[in-house]
């Protein structure tokens, strides 16, 4: 069963004036989340955010606090993007041998 509650003072002397200014108050709200939920779902502003999300952990990772580069992590990435590279290449010719 719903629970019946006493109403406050304030809403005791409301117009409806009152009361329809507060639907459409709360309607525009509601509106205005909806528009930005549906902007928010598009496949588009997704990857945007995807993007951006990428962008922020590389900058982070290969500088410091105060915007220095982080020689020793761009060197080991370095390192481990070439010894993909170099396992690629050579199970490439292999392939391609036998």
């Known amino acids: 069963m719903a629970e019946q ?3 406050s003072p304030g ?3 409301r117009s409806p004036d009152a009361i329809e200014a507060d639907i459409a108050v709360t309607r525009a709200h509601l509106a205005g989340t909806i528009d930005e939920l549906m902007v928010r779902s598009q496949p588009k502003e997704i ?3 995807q993007k951006e999300s990428m962008k922020a ?3 982070e990772a ?3 606090p105060e915007g ?3 020689i020793e992590r761009i060197g080991a990435i370095a390192a481990a993007g070439s010894a993909v590279l170099l396992v690629l ?3 490439h010719r292999r392939h391609h041998r036998g």
Do not use: G, Y
Request: proline share 5%; aromatic share 0%.
């Open 89 to 91: 290449v050579i199970l």
């Open 11 to 13: 809403q005791i002397s």
């Open 5 to 7: 509650t006493t109403p």
């Open 47 to 49: 990857a945007r955010r």
């Open 57 to 59: 952990k590389v900058a």
């Open 62 to 64: 290969t500088h410091t």
């Open 68 to 70: 220095n580069l982080r």
